[in-house]
């Protein structure tokens, strides 16, 4: 029991130091666009409000292009170097991108090329986060902790809705600091992830598909915090899990992704974060301030209602982890929350097409404006019980270990392709579109609800080894293996 309990609070302090990861992911996300909003911004850099709609396009969508760019480089990086050594050197290249972003150079193009260089350390570090948790976790525990990076994404945004509030109200729009403080507390989250990484071992997978056995066996000893029979039975299982499929397929080439069943888990894992982002949840994290003026007009109570949105995010997310993740179908979750986002999505469209915002901040919130920001409350708590932090376990898990790397570069690529492709065209739906924004999510939503009841195999309480030998297929029986 002791020696249990103390696995459990190794397998937490693992996953808690490598979804810091995720808190620097979600600190980065709502802390632009709160920034974009505040005079002093404008003023350093130099643009009219003329400009707004494109800065805010290319500040957001410069740095998903980086990251998309990283999802690319981090798998031969990882796989040469280890997943602790991979996300050291991503923490290391996120904070020279922010202290360039954190210096008033009265510059938006060095501005942007810093948010540039921010992304390729992030989008280095959502690939190599996943992984190392897949790899580390009992079973049992694999989609609670796989989860905290969503969590511990809606605590990095709920920091930073907050930081935008505080300096909007305390700091005065003449100095430069209103905008510099929220932007340099990037650089802690990602020191603590990169040194952090000191106090871990590496991927017992990794290290027993590097032939280095002996820091395997020791690396599952100490997350296990155990060497009793059950724990020799878990590494002889890894080990002959990862040199079946050495020699299955030796001299690993990239068309293998495109054969048979591989092929099939590649695509899913695509389309799941495809799907995660066309829900519109994150274009109301970049966003957020943007989207309440057309609920509550201009004035810092959008900001406000946004910061509050963040808690809502917290809360719902940190429960669902907590004590929903490993108790819910992962296909169930995801049907699910993808019904309940269309609901409150395109009544949200209806409410503000009927009951427009005011051009001015008003004294009191009208009805319709409280009814609304229920709705995309309501929404975001659906989201955070699904979309939000099931896509990251459930896409590192289908792949084999043969192909995980590259299966789950490609599928957090997706992501941030279309993480850039809706940050970059988000502004200008909320500018031409107005309340059809809404429409459009909640038509995304129903799609995904459909893909998912008829594209995604069920994974919870599996091994990664018997995900690996099972066929892909939505309603396949655990006996139906891969020939």
Excluded at 65 to 71: P, Q, R
Excluded at 236 to 259: D, M, S, Y
């Amino acid at each position: 029991m002791k020696g249990f309990t103390l696995g459990k609070v190794r397998a937490y302090w693992l996953g808690s130091v490598v979804c810091f990861g995720g808190f620097l992911f979600g600190y980065d996300s709502g802390i632009v666009g709160g920034v974009l909003t505040l005079a002093s911004f404008e003023s350093d850099y130099r643009y009219g409000s003329g400009a707004g709609t494109r800065t805010n396009s290319l500040s957001v969508g410069l740095q998903q292009l980086g990251a998309f760019v990283a999802c690319f480089l981090a798998w031969p990086l990882t796989d040469k170097l280890g997943r602790k050594k991979a996300l050291m050197l991503s923490a290391a290249v996120f904070i020279i991108g922010a202290i360039i972003q954190t210096i008033n150079t009265h510059s938006l193009t060095a501005f942007y090329i810093a948010r540039v260089i921010a992304g390729l350390g992030l989008g280095t570090a959502t690939v190599v986060v996943p992984m190392f948790n897949s790899e580390m976790m009992p079973k049992e525990m694999r989609g609670q902790v796989g989860s905290f990076f969503q969590w511990f994404y809606t605590f990095g945004i709920f920091v930073s809705y907050w930081v935008d509030y505080g300096v909007s109200k305390g700091i005065s729009t003449h100095n430069s600091s209103q905008w510099q403080i929220p932007i340099g507390l990037q650089i802690l989250p990602a020191a603590f992830l990169g040194l952090g990484m000191l106090t871990l071992p590496e991927s017992t997978r990794w290290l027993t598909k590097k032939g280095r056995h002996d820091e395997a066996w020791k690396s599952l000893q100490w997350i296990r915090a155990d060497s009793s029979q059950a724990t020799v039975d878990e590494m002889e299982e890894i080990r002959f899990g990862v040199e079946a499929e050495g020699r299955a397929t030796e001299g690993f080439q990239f068309k293998e992704l495109l054969q048979g069943e591989n092929f099939k888990r590649v695509l899913a894992a695509f389309l799941v974060f495809t799907a995660q982002q066309a829900t519109g949840a994150t274009a109301f994290a970049y966003f957020g301030p943007q989207y309440f003026k057309l609920i509550v007009g201009s004035g810092d109570r959008s900001l406000l209602v946004t910061a509050i949105f963040g808690a809502v995010k917290v809360v719902a997310c940190g429960t669902f982890v907590l004590w929903f993740s490993e108790r819910l179908s992962r296909r169930q979750v995801l049907i699910g929350g993808a019904v309940v986002m269309s609901a409150c999505q395109v009544t949200t469209a209806a409410v503000v097409k009927s009951f427009p915002a005011p051009a001015e901040q008003q004294a009191t919130v009208s009805s319709p404006a409280i009814a609304t920001i229920a709705l995309i409350y309501l929404f975001v708590v659906a989201y955070n019980f699904s979309w939000g932090p099931m896509p990251w376990p459930y896409v590192s898990e289908i792949f084999s270990a043969r192909i995980r790397e590259p299966g789950v570069a490609i599928g957090v690529a997706s992501q941030w392709l279309w993480n850039f492709v809706f940050s970059l065209t988000t502004p200008y739906m909320i500018a031409s579109l107005g309340w059809g924004t809404f429409l459009v999510w909640g038509i995304f939503d129903i799609v995904i609800a459909a893909f998912t009841f008829f594209l995604l195999k069920e994974t919870r309480g599996l091994s990664l080894e018997h995900i690996a030998q099972s066929r892909f297929k939505p309603h396949s029986s655990s006996e139906e293996s891969v020939k």
